[in-house]
């Protein structure tokens, strides 16, 4: 990790205007990506997770807000208007290969694609950096040759990460890439992108629910509840430290797989009720709703940054 930083968002939003309202699905989010880190954006379903992925690769436009990428390129203009350049260095592996990866194309082709696209090989080379690709993922030559549907499901996911590999980005948003997996699917994928990012010096944002990937391979690590973060520390030091009601209740809901696990497991805050509307969320705090601490001052004012360290911040009344 560096200390540059590659890519920077302020107080960015996002609404979606629905049947039933106006969901403000990401709303006044504000951080930054060191260059060469895994930063995790954590939360339950419905937090707003994917929603700041899609921004940044620029699926729609944010409704306020800036992301600065590498110092210079405003992200927060229409997709339209990207050059081809800034399409190429940022790629995005989706939670569910399956649907990502065309069922109709050959894994050849569905590689090549983007190679040629963004003209980073000679055409007649083309098959031979497929082939360079597949392999550097941990996939032999022989998987040029297959659908999408012959694949298991970590395959899959490799041929999605080889995809996203081929236009030689510097920053890939995985949105929960390893999440349909089984557990040794799932290890084998994970070791690959930990791998690749070494090697090949690239920034990840890491969207999923899962604490146990997040321990595994993110340096630093940001709780999301509605539209907002609340909490954002050092990996190692989030899990010894939890200090929002909210993380300690992720924390203590996380199945328990061994003794150590078992030792840093927040006590006596049971996940209570389920994540409220994003039509209409909570007053103040959004988490008071479900947190068993919450006062009066937390259902009526939006809490303060709380600086705990250089690093680590924390959004809640409770330290105030
Ligand atoms: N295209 C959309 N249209 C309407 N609502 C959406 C759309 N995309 C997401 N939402 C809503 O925005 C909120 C955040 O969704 P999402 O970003 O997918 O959360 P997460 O990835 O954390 O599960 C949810 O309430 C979801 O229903
Ligand atoms: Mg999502």
Redesign the pocket.
């Known amino acids: 990790m560096s200390n540059y930083t590659i890519l920077s968002v302020s107080d960015l939003r996002k609404y979606?205007t629905?049947a039933e309202g106006v969901?403000r699905?990401v709303d006044g989010v504000s951080f930054n990506v060191k260059h060469g880190e895994t930063l995790a954006l954590v939360?339950e379903?419905?937090?707003?997770?994917?929603?700041?992925g899609h921004v940044i690769m620029g699926f729609y436009p944010p409704d306020g807000g800036k992301i600065i990428y590498k110092g210079a390129y405003e992200l927060s203009i229409p997709m339209k208007k990207r050059p081809l350049e800034l399409k190429r260095d940022i790629q995005i592996v989706f939670q569910d290969p399956g649907t990502s990866l065309n069922p109709k194309r050959l894994v050849k082709d569905i590689i090549s694609l983007p190679l040629l696209v963004h003209r980073i090989v000679d055409k007649r080379r083309v098959y031979e950096k497929v082939a360079e690709l597949l392999e550097y993922v941990g996939l032999s030559e022989e998987y040029m040759f297959r659908y999408p549907h012959e694949l298991g499901g970590g395959e899959k996911q490799l041929v999605a990460i080889a995809r996203a590999l081929a236009p030689n980005p510097s920053f890939i948003i995985l949105d929960e890439s390893t999440s349909a997996l089984d557990v040794s699917s799932q290890a084998k994928v994970l070791n690959t992108l930990v791998k690749i990012q070494n090697e090949l010096k690239l920034t990840y944002l890491l969207?999923t629910h899962d604490l146990g990937v997040v321990r595994n391979i993110s340096q630093r690590v940001m709780i999301?509840y509605l539209g907002k973060i609340y909490e954002e520390a050092p990996t190692e030091e989030f899990f010894k430290l939890p200090m929002h009601p909210y993380t300690q209740m992720l924390l203590s809901s996380i199945p328990t797989l061994s003794e150590e696990d078992e030792k840093i497991k927040p006590r006596g805050i049971e996940s209570v009720g389920e994540i409220p509307s994003?039509v209409k969320p909570p007053s103040g705090c959004r988490f008071h709703t479900r947190c068993p601490f919450a006062k009066q001052i937390c259902m009526e004012k939006d809490p303060p940054d709380i600086i705990v360290n250089n690093n680590h911040i924390v959004r809640c009344w409770l330290y105030e």
């Open positions: 979606f629905t969901v699905a939360g379903s419905g937090s707003g997770k994917t929603t700041t969207i999301m994003a």
